[in-house]
């Protein structure tokens, strides 16, 4: 590779134009480094844009450890307790960005992710950040310094940052690259999958609730795998969609789904279906198990579980007062722990996130850099490091950048 002239030389590189590279060149950028953004895309930020049905959450307020998944879960401990929700959010405030509190910690833009975009993009200017857009990789060599080929020219630098993403919605440019450099030079990588996607069911499950397409309910889901591991269960909204399941629940989920394991269901969250049943039976002796289900859930699921229940030999069209105690705990059960199993998910072309990454075993975790390779930082999304839906994931992208610009 031959030499590049000095207006191609930079203290740090970075790949990578998302959440993440953004913020680690800024920070480097204020911090007086001269630093240059690689972007394939025409444009930077472009999953920012889309985040948050257009308006980005961009934070949580509550994010702790406890909300990542990793193959080490203390690795995200040191960039997140040293740039914090609150850091960013001054960022945002200092742009006089209006936001807003949508549920209890995960913070929104007022009027669009547009926002979130030009305030990087002002700081990155600010900053004396360069940014190249549509400008494809070839090759990456390390030497005394590291080289970056490309179509626009070829790039030095001290230190190169890989902000890359992962796989997930492909048609929004995502690629392997960041995996490819890891392998290029002999980090190891933890197994890659789909993560906060919706799932898909088999065809003859699909049919019994396909109908339902387009109903939403509060539920309360969890993974019934059966192999003695624990994992969390999550309290929110799922979609029956024409293809599975899907809404905030069933995102959640999706990242502790081992392949081919049950999911329960249960349809009454925070209350216990047992009391109610027996209260609408005391109350409502006369009334059918369809009417009073009716009453409590939208009509359409309340005639799918009493058709379920049916099938079982529970007649829920007959008064309550007429039930045995034996169906009454059959009603209980479907009430509190309908089970399905997926076929799979919708995998990377609708996945919010990619599982797994570069092992954090190999990395800095105060600086994000590769231990035996000095100057090559991770960052983000291509790290084994993966956060729940509502703002954890941008969050750990605005913390690991900061933690690699740190040490550019």
Same mark, same amino acid.
């Given at each position: 590779m031959s030499e590049p002239p000095s207006s191609n030389r930079f203290d740090a590189i970075v790949i990578g134009g998302g959440a993440a590279g953004l913020l680690c060149a800024i920070t480097a950028g204020e911090r007086g480094r001269r630093v240059l953004v690689i972007e394939h895309a025409n444009r930077v930020g472009k999953k920012i844009l889309m985040s948050g049905g257009g308006r980005c959450n961009f934070t949580h307020l509550a994010a702790t450890p406890?909300?990542?998944i990793s193959g080490n879960p203390h690795f995200c401990k040191s960039a997140l307790a040293r740039y914090t929700p609150w850091d960013f959010l001054a960022r945002v405030d200092r742009h006089r960005i209006p936001w807003h509190e949508k549920t209890p910690g995960q913070l929104f833009c007022d009027r669009s992710s547009k926002d979130i975009v030009a305030m990087l993009l002002a700081d990155a200017q600010?900053?004396?950040?360069?940014?190249?857009?549509?400008?494809?990789v070839h090759t990456v060599a390390r030497g005394s310094r590291y080289q970056v080929g490309t179509d626009q020219g070829c790039f030095e630098s001290d230190s190169l940052v890989i902000a890359t993403g992962g796989l997930s919605i492909p048609k929004m440019?995502?690629?392997?690259?960041?995996?490819?450099?890891?392998?290029?030079?002999?980090?190891?990588?933890?197994p890659l999958r789909a993560g906060l996607v919706p799932f898909t069911l088999h065809p003859p499950v699909l049919a019994h609730w396909a109908e339902l397409s387009g109903v939403s309910a509060a539920v309360h889901v969890e993974v019934d795998a059966e192999?003695?591991?624990? %994992?969390?269960?999550?309290?929110?909204?799922?979609? #029956?969609?024409?293809?599975? @399941? $899907?809404?905030?629940? *069933?995102?959640q989920l999706s990242s502790y789904w081992p392949d081919g394991a049950a999911i329960s269901v249960n349809w009454m969250p925070g209350?216990?279906?047992?009391?109610?049943?027996?209260?609408?039976?005391?109350?409502?002796?006369?009334?059918?198990?369809?009417?009073?289900?009716?009453?409590?859930?939208?009509?359409?699921?309340a005639v799918r579980l009493c058709e379920q229940l049916d099938e079982l030999g529970i007649p829920t069209a007959q008064?309550?007062?007429?039930?045995?105690?034996?169906?009454?705990?059959?009603?209980?059960?479907?009430?509190?722990?309908?089970?399905?199993?997926?076929?799979?998910?919708?995998?990377? %072309?609708?996945?919010?996130?990619?599982?797994?990454? #570069?092992?954090?075993?190999? @990395? $800095?975790?105060?600086? *994000?850099?590769?231990?035996?390779?000095?100057?090559?930082?991770?960052?983000?999304?291509?790290?084994?490091?993966?956060?729940?839906?509502?703002?954890?994931?941008?969050?750990?992208?605005w913390a690991s950048g900061w933690a690699a610009a740190q040490a550019l």
């Open positions: 406890a909300q990542y600010a900053a004396a950040v360069q940014i190249r857009t549509g400008c494809r440019g995502a690629t392997d690259f960041g995996h490819r450099i890891a392998r290029q030079f002999a980090l190891p990588l933890r192999d003695g591991q624990e %994992r969390p269960g999550f309290s929110e909204q799922m979609l #029956v969609t024409h293809r599975g @399941l $899907s809404g905030p629940a *069933m995102l209350e216990s279906a047992e009391d109610w049943l027996a209260a609408q039976r005391s109350d409502h002796p006369r009334r059918s198990l369809r009417t009073v289900l009716s009453d409590r859930l939208s009509q359409r699921l008064s309550l007062a007429q039930l045995t105690r034996e169906q009454m705990d059959g009603i209980t059960d479907c009430l509190q722990s309908t089970r399905f199993r997926p076929s799979g998910t919708e995998g990377y %072309r609708t996945a919010e996130v990619t599982l797994g990454g #570069v092992d954090t075993q190999a @990395l $800095s975790s105060k600086t *994000m850099e590769a231990r035996a390779v000095p100057g090559l930082f991770f960052i983000g999304e291509v790290v084994d490091v993966t956060g729940w839906l509502g703002g954890y994931n941008f969050q750990w992208a």
